[in-house]
């Protein structure tokens, strides 16, 4: 017999759940189908995992630099098994907290993998599932670019290289984007040699050349080989090492690693959910869906990785918030803002952006003003012996309404959130200078932009 409730929700990781949540609160009766592991990918195989390790290898990396600050060390050795134990257990406490939340009483957590039996109607094992109303947040796997020889060669995706407890001498990994630099600078700072392919002129091919250009110096200078304008066309293997047969540019040449990491991004897991039985539209790239998170079944709705949209965790968060208001809520819909979404990749230095890039401002035809400033021109910077990147604010010629910032330097990441309240609220680089910042610290640098593109704006207007 089929079991009746207000809404399915397809995955338990932090979409799925903040839809499920809102739900309840809202009171309605849901059932959560999800295969497990129960936890989600953020937690699982993502964000707290692998920052939990980038902890571990950026200290390492301090201190065989604490000379520079006048510190004395003696041998430092990295102890990987360790590094991953403390990885473990962290995830293991964050999904224990996660699934005490998925295994409350006012949820029905059906273990298994949904598919859409009818757009109303979804089985999951020998149990079917009916709701007016179903959120698919299933989230990704890893996506492996088709090469010759890679399988049989065999090959590490993220989810291997979390669990790694043996270091390899060398490794390549294929991907310029944040999984690939970040797992990339923690091998090579735990000791391997690393070799990093990426197909474009830059890392980070999404954002400003100047921040891939440098960002991709800078990797270097700490002694990984960046091999950019190249790709993988082959893999052999050979004498126990994995061959790689590369094209770069108009050359062709080999390298020999002991593993291969291919970090190219990640693809929605929705292969098995028979979309078709249920009216919902895709693409290779995910679920279809308006800013109401609806699909084009309107009973229906998709969020987080699932989506064709953005594969970030705060992000999915709200939009299965979003998405469940609009599944149960009479009246007016309420809408994903796409307009405010920062981005971090958390390297050394790190980099944080919110807004447009200048790129994407000339791209749009729009009248912008910008204004950077270096960290090894700035004093506490300097005191910190953190000196590498920049900060970059895009502006509005005629408004100064700021438009886009971008941090690339020490903590990165955090100092970016004061210029995601600044773009939430509509400032303009003229009121930004004028908040008083405390000296010295990292966040002061924030506000020499904003003084250049004031100053630019007042002498344009003749002041």
Same mark, same amino acid.
């Given at each position: ?8 929700? !397809? ?14 609160? *809202? ?13 989600? !990918? ?121 669990? !790694? ?7 390549? #990994? ?105 009216? #919902? ?11 109401? *998170? ?59 952006? #919110? ?37 970059? *604010? ?12 971008? #941090? ?33 610290? !990292? ?21």
């Amino acid at each position: 017999m089929d079991e009746r409730f207000d809404l399915i929700v !397809l995955g338990g990781g932090s979409a799925g759940y903040a839809a499920a949540r809102t739900a309840v609160d *809202m009171g309605a009766s849901v059932a959560v189908a999800e295969q497990g592991p129960l936890g989600g !990918l953020c937690i699982l195989r993502g964000c707290m995992p692998s920052k939990a390790i980038l902890a571990s290898s950026n200290s390492l990396y301090r201190a065989q630099h604490a000379a520079e600050l006048g510190i004395k060390t003696g041998a430092l050795e990295p102890d990987l098994p360790a590094v991953i134990a403390r990885k473990r257990r962290l995830v293991r406490e964050f999904a224990e907290y996660r699934i005490e939340q998925l295994e409350s009483p006012d949820l029905t957590l059906v273990a298994g993998e949904g598919r859409f039996l009818a757009p109303d109607r979804v089985q999951v094992g020998d149990r079917v599932l009916t709701a007016p109303k179903t959120i698919i947040a299933t989230g990704s796997v890893p996506f492996v670019p088709k090469t010759p020889g890679l399988e049989e060669a065999g090959y590490l995706t993220s989810d291997e290289a979390l669990e !790694l407890e043996e270091l390899p001498d060398s490794m390549c #990994v294929v991907g310029g984007g944040p999984i690939g630099l970040e797992l990339g600078q923690f091998f090579s700072r735990m000791g391997a040699k690393v070799i990093l392919l990426q197909r474009s002129r830059c890392v980070l091919s999404g954002e400003d050349e100047a921040v891939g250009s440098a960002l991709g110096e800078y990797l270097r200078e700490d002694g990984m080989d960046l091999r950019c304008n190249t790709q993988l066309t082959a893999v052999e293997r050979r004498n126990g090492k994995k061959v790689l047969h590369l094209q770069q540019g108009d050359d062709e040449c080999v390298a020999e690693v002991d593993e291969i990491l291919v970090a190219t991004g990640r693809a929605p897991a929705i292969a098995t959910l028979d979309l078709a039985a249920a009216g #919902v539209d895709s693409t290779s790239r995910g679920v279809t869906v308006d800013d109401a *998170m609806r699909t084009s079944n309107p009973n229906i709705f998709a969020v987080g990785d699932t989506t064709a949209t953005f594969d970030i965790v705060h992000v999915a968060i709200q939009q299965g918030e979003i998405a469940a208001h609009n599944a149960l809520a009479a009246g007016a819909p309420r809408y994903m803002d796409y307009r405010v979404v920062p981005i971090v990749v958390f390297t050394e230095p790190q980099y944080g952006r #919110v807004g447009m890039t200048e790129k994407e401002a000339r791209a749009k035809g729009l009248p912008i003003l910008t204004a950077s400033y270096p960290f090894d021109d700035h004093g506490k910077a300097l005191c910190l012996g953190e000196t590498r990147g920049f900060v970059k *604010m895009v502006a509005h010629a005629a408004t100064g309404e700021i438009l886009g910032y971008q #941090v690339l330097g020490p903590e990165g990441g955090e100092l970016i959130h004061e210029c995601i309240v600044a773009l939430h609220y509509r400032a303009t680089a003229q009121e930004f200078m004028r908040i008083p910042h405390y000296h010295p610290t !990292l966040a002061e640098i924030l506000t020499y932009p904003a003084e250049e593109i004031a100053e630019q704006i007042a002498i344009g207007n003749g002041s």
